[in-house]
């Protein structure tokens, strides 16, 4: 909620408005006390700056608050999104998804009075991560760009007096099960539990896997699910099935690929691929070898980026919005400050967004072709 909007629902001036939520002086303590009792009753105190919360008398905030303060008495928040040294995404994201991502930070931020900085933890080598934050301005909470979780940065985390939200954590369970950050992510489950079962469908039952190399939280999550559907269909996982398209290849590099279905006794019916890049590098691999998608051997893929409607045959695959997951990445640093105010010292929250199966061209309907052939 913007501060004018809250303004019109108190009945107040926006100029009044903005003298309760940054703690200025310039009205009664009555007004200022009932404004407040209401702003916390309609659940807003994340809208109040932080000697507001605190309790400090009218102007007392400190100057670097102080400054921070823009023309018309509002102060800037800013949602941080961070990027962490073991950045790899952008090696292993051809097609841009996490740029919907930040275009759905940004928009959600934007509907908040939040302004977006990007952090990037590897540009200073000595500054500390709280340094960083603290340099960047009012941060009210911070998104985390998928990375590795290691002990520094849950030391980093667990010392920031902000919530911090993981994006497309594949589940970041510490070793000793006593502390989990909140997160937004797909659902691999529900995406993997849908493939299999359309595999299955289509008369598949001898399925492999295509994975990049990459040992990220999202794709380990992706083929812990990806296991565990085969085993709640009745399927057989054989590991002689699985291939790695390698993780330093370029997306126009199947070679590696090629080699690997060549050598092999045998080639599943079905090749279940990390995401949509390593379903295109398995096309293109069993062409070089002589083989047709999905004539031959049919493949799926994983996002729904754009290159899937880009080769010939179209990809099917499983479809997940990046818009949608920095909205809520924003909406749930929202819900942690107020369950904050609200006494909760560290809750955890999670949000698996739906994972819609996209039916195109690269699957062959086993059933049909059996019946075909009688």
């Not at 703690?23 to 303590?29: F, M, Q, R």
Request: glycine residues 8%; charged residues 25%; proline residues 5%.
């Amino acid at each position: 909620m913007k501060a004018k909007d809250l303004a019109k629902k108190l009945g107040v001036s926006p100029a009044t408005i903005s003298l309760v939520l940054n703690n200025k002086p310039g009205i009664s303590d009555s007004l200022r006390k009932s404004l407040l009792e209401k702003i916390q009753e309609l659940g807003h105190e994340e809208m109040l700056c932080d000697s507001c919360r605190s309790g400090e008398a009218p102007g007392a905030q400190p100057a670097k608050e102080a400054a921070q303060v823009q023309e018309g008495g509002c102060a800037c928040k800013v949602i941080a999104y961070i990027i962490s040294d073991d950045f790899y995404a952008d090696r292993n994201d051809p097609y841009n998804f996490f740029s919907g991502v930040l275009e759905g930070v940004e928009a959600e931020a934007w509907e908040n009075d939040c302004c977006l900085v990007m952090v990037h933890t590897n540009r200073l080598k000595n500054v500390t991560l709280a340094e960083q934050l603290r340099r960047t301005g009012n941060v009210v909470g911070a998104i985390v760009h998928p990375c590795r979780l290691t002990k520094q940065l849950e030391r980093d985390i667990k010392a920031a007096d902000i919530p911090f939200v993981f994006m497309d954590g594949g589940g970041f369970l510490d070793s000793s099960g006593s502390w989990e950050p909140s997160s937004v992510c797909i659902s691999n489950r529900q995406g993997m539990y849908q493939v299999i079962r359309y595999l299955k469908a289509k008369g598949h039952t001898e399925i492999g896997f295509v994975n990049s190399g990459w040992q990220g939280e999202v794709q380990l999550d992706r083929f812990r699910w990806y296991q565990a559907a085969l085993r709640a269909f009745g399927i057989t996982e054989r590991p002689e099935y699985n291939y790695c398209a390698g993780k330093e290849k370029d997306l126009l590099e199947y070679q590696e690929l090629a080699r690997l279905f060549a050598a092999a006794p045998q080639l599943p019916t079905a090749l279940v691929c990390e995401g949509d890049r390593q379903a295109w590098q398995a096309i293109k691999a069993l062409e070089q070898i002589g083989l047709q998608v999905p004539k031959d051997i049919s493949v799926t893929g994983f996002d729904d980026q754009p290159l899937c409607t880009m080769i010939e045959p179209r990809i099917t695959t499983i479809r997940n919005s990046p818009q949608l997951m920095g909205r809520e990445c924003v909406l749930m640093i929202k819900n942690l400050r107020r369950l904050k105010a609200l006494g909760e010292e560290e809750p955890w929250l999670r949000i698996e967004l739906p994972a819609r199966l996209i039916e195109r061209d690269s699957v062959q309907d086993l059933r049909e072709k059996q019946e075909g052939s009688r």
